[in-house]
């Protein structure tokens, strides 16, 4: 957490309860709960997407994986001028503020809002696709209004083209990622870990007041829910996914398994 003091002043919040670091890894451990399952907690690959919401995300690697695991990165603006270039109507599906995002059992049920926002001279694409499609671990709520058929195109068409210009990166351990979030789609590949190489990575939230791109409107209340000031919460740094706070007994050997508790990403 220290270096990332040079790229943001501020820690997010990645759940409800103030936790700020969060934990990557493939959690095949017995006693898991079913909502632990979902892709960010799994060796399956992960389609295109931003994290919800930072302006920069930071990414740790303690362990990397015996195969695979690759980290993928795609510039926004390259997938907006694409697509405009080609199918300017695509560009108008996306800044729309109807698209339907689950909230998976919350109240209310899912709340609206567009994928692409433009404010001054900038644009960005945020969006986590399974708040918008389910996952196999969370299926999408059934009562929710469902996406329309061109909708899913335009979430397609982001997802192949920034594909065909991503840049690959494959993680050792000790090396940090710090991404622009507005600006730059990641993924990653599938992978399989071995008793001797698991990937594992710690993640954090970060903004700078100063030097960030600030917040487009549209997500201005999202935004104040991760950096904003709340009185009600207690912050805190989960370094031990294992254990309750103020404990250290994980097992040795052992990938970590992230407490059951809700992001918005994977």
Not at 14 to 31: N, R
Not at 72 to 80: I, K
Not at 198 to 205: E, F, I, M
Not at 212 to 223: D, E, F, R
């Amino acid at each position: 957490m220290g270096v990332s003091i040079w790229f943001g002043d501020r820690f997010g919040r990645q759940a409800q309860d103030g936790q700020l670091m969060g934990h990557v890894a493939d959690v095949k451990l017995e006693g898991v709960a079913d909502e632990m399952r979902r892709p960010l907690y799994t060796s399956l690959s992960q389609p295109y997407h931003t994290d919800l919401l930072c302006g920069i995300l930071a990414m740790c690697f303690l362990g990397v994986a015996e195969e695979g695991g690759q980290v993928l990165l795609s510039s926004a603006w390259t997938v907006y001028n694409e697509i405009a270039a080609k199918r300017p109507d695509v560009i108008d599906v996306l800044s729309r503020p109807d698209w339907v995002h689950d909230t998976f059992g919350r109240r209310p049920a899912f709340h609206e809002r567009a994928l692409l926002h433009r404010w001054g001279d900038k644009i960005a694409l945020i969006f986590s696709r399974r708040t918008l499609t389910g996952s196999e671990a969370t299926p999408r709520s059934p009562s929710i209004p469902g996406m329309t058929a061109a909708q899913a195109e335009a979430l397609d068409m982001v997802h192949f083209t920034a594909d065909a210009h991503r840049v690959a990166i494959t993680p050792r351990p000790g090396d940090m990622f710090f991404v622009n979030n507005l600006a730059v789609l990641h993924s990653r590949t599938a992978f399989r870990n071995s008793a001797r190489n698991r990937r594992y990575a710690l993640r954090l939230w970060l903004d700078d007041a100063a030097r960030g791109w600030g917040v487009p409107p549209g997500l201005k209340l999202a935004w104040e829910r991760v950096f904003g000031e709340m009185p009600e919460v207690d912050d805190f740094v989960d370094v031990d996914p294992y254990a309750p706070r103020g404990r250290s007994d994980s097992p040795d050997g052992s990938p970590p398994r992230p407490p059951v508790r809700s992001t918005s990403c994977g």
